[in-house]
């Protein structure tokens, strides 16, 4: 077992001494949350779009290291855009046949 840090040491500490208290939802709380999980969930649109051969192979190899299927990748790319919560960074791309770093055109 790693050596625990000054804070992990106070919260195990606390913990012994029974200073955490354990807290459950109430039932309006609960019914919350269920209403947003079914919500996030609910899938009753279909969409259609045409993407580039090299961009669905991306996608699909991104889902395959994930461990989803690439549909729900893409949902969940687009609910995150329009949510707000999707950050931008540099994509770390990889050639599928040799895995080396490839750099991606960009029109011009």
Known sequence: MKKLDAFEEDILAAYERGEFKSTSPSKAELAKFKAAATATFLKEKRVNIRLSAPDLMDIQARALEEGMP???????????????RL??????????????????????
């Open 70 to 84: 690439y549909q729900t990748l893409i949902a969940s790319v687009l609910h995150k855009f329009v949510s707000g």
């Open 87 to 108: 950050v931008e960074s540099l994509p770390s791309l990889t050639s599928h046949s040799s895995g080396t770093r490839q750099k991606r055109r960009t029109p011009q």
